[in-house]
């Protein structure tokens, strides 16, 4: 994230991750647990957790960064 | 070497210790545990959920992890901004990476120093002594860390203005933002329930597969 804001707004695009991905660590397990209960197993949770994290990469390759070197 | 160069290895080595002093603290504290445990009179269940609820009240216990979150969260961005300013495109990577061994370090040396010093002293001063520890290295960085001399023009005639609103207004960070609250979502879910669902699969109370990925939490597992 620093390099994708550069030298002047790295500081404050870290903090913006910062801010976000706690979200994931509070939320994440709850629902996680509740699609435990909900499915009675946890084998269509993991499958689901897999495809969450596909989606996750999904999401870095529609970044647009710039070479830098 | 040039004097440059000299300065960014000092800004590097101020990085790394201020990452690690400000993890001594708060991963040392989980080895102290037990004693904490012992002294209050905790159960388990207190024990395992933030200890200082049943003896501060909620409502202290938010402002002071408010007020810790402030400290601990600069500290990142901060690190990061160092960094960036320091060194070239092609050493930042590696720079970061050398940055972040400062966790896992600060939790090794928090976890020998904080049983030490319990023991010796009491639990009560082993994490003030942590806490002098950070207060010292923060006070040692902002005495020895100054802005690369190109550097320090830029931010002046910059300042802050439009700076969160670029960051807030930028579709790839929002979207690097959204990868990494994935991925720290998967991180959690990995740790609290792996153990879990091996226990489900074995049968037994606790397996040797959640002993491994568990290891960390292994005297909790026995207690099941």
Request: charged share 15%; net charge positive; proline share 6%.
């Amino acid at each position: 994230m620093a390099e994708l804001a550069g030298p002047r707004a790295a500081g404050t695009a870290v903090g913006l991750g910062l801010a976000v991905s706690p979200l994931g660590v509070t939320l994440g397990p709850p629902v996680f647990g509740w699609c435990v209960t909900a499915a009675g197993g946890y084998r269509g949770p993991w499958i689901g957790l897999s495809l969450v994290m596909l989606a996750g990469l999904g999401l870095l390759a529609l970044v647009r960064e710039k070479s830098r070197f | 070497m040039t004097r440059g160069a000299r300065q960014r290895w000092v800004i590097l080595a101020v990085i790394v210790l201020a990452q690690t002093m400000a993890n001594v603290g708060p991963l040392g504290i989980p080895a102290i545990a037990s004693l904490i445990r012992d002294d209050l009179g905790l159960t388990l269940t207190q024990a395992g959920s933030f200890l200082s609820v049943y003896y501060l009240g909620p409502g202290v216990l938010l402002v002071l992890l408010g007020i810790a979150g402030i400290g601990h969260g600069t500290l990142n961005p901060a690190s990061t901004t160092a960094a960036m300013s320091w060194f070239p495109p092609r050493q930042r990577a590696t720079v970061v990476g050398l940055k972040q061994v400062g966790l896992p370090f600060g939790g090794m040396l928090g976890a020998a120093l904080m049983p030490a010093l319990a023991l010796r002293l009491h639990w009560r001063w082993a994490i003030v002594v942590g806490a002098l520890l950070i207060v010292a290295c923060a006070v040692l960085s902002a005495s020895v860390y100054r802005d690369p001399p190109s550097e320090a023009p830029l931010r002046r005639a910059a300042g802050t203005r439009g700076v969160v609103g670029e960051v807030l207004r930028s579709r790839d960070l929002w979207l690097v933002a959204s990868a990494t609250l994935v991925f720290a979502a998967m991180q959690t879910v990995w740790m609290a329930f792996l153990a879990l669902t091996s226990r489900g699969r074995s049968g037994s109370r606790c397996s040797r597969r959640a002993a491994i990925w568990r290891w960390p939490r292994r005297a909790a597992c026995s207690t099941r």
